[in-house]
């Protein structure tokens, strides 16, 4: 069983930056993929950015690339989500997710956080 904490969410003005960070409970290193989702009222969670742990491949999805980052400091056990030039768009709340390989699906993550709020205003 991996448990899953965020934080770092709050809110921010366009053109701002915040960080989220996933602390996991137990070691995931070289076992899981992490994973950032987002959702907002009445739409489906949607796939932010995914990263493999064992061999650093990175997916980061069109909408963020080259405003957001995912990293991972395994000495902590915990993975990282810098938002920079933030948009009212990306108001959500950000989920972080671990599961066996990389998916865009989040129905293939086993483990989820309780899930932060960015509100970013214009």
């Known amino acids: 069983q991996v448990q899953l904490v965020e934080s770092g969410g709050g809110l921010a003005q366009a053109g701002g930056s915040l960080r989220l960070s996933c602390a996991a409970s137990?070691?995931?290193?070289?076992?899981?993929?992490m994973a950032w989702f987002r959702q907002t009222p009445g739409k489906e969670r949607e796939i932010v950015a995914a990263?493999?742990?064992?061999?650093?491949?990175?997916y980061v999805t069109d909408s963020v690339k080259g405003r957001f980052t995912f990293s991972r400091d395994n000495t902590k056990n915990t993975v990282y989500l810098q938002m920079n030039n933030l948009k009212p768009e990306d108001t959500a709340v950000y989920y972080c997710?671990?599961?066996?390989?990389?998916?865009?699906?989040?129905?293939?993550?086993?483990?989820w956080g309780q899930g932060t709020q960015v509100t970013v205003s214009s």
């Open positions: 997710a671990a599961g066996l390989r990389i998916s865009v699906h989040p129905t293939d993550y086993l483990y």
């Open positions: 137990a070691r995931t290193s070289s076992t899981y993929s």
């Open positions: 990263l493999n742990w064992g061999n650093e491949g990175t």
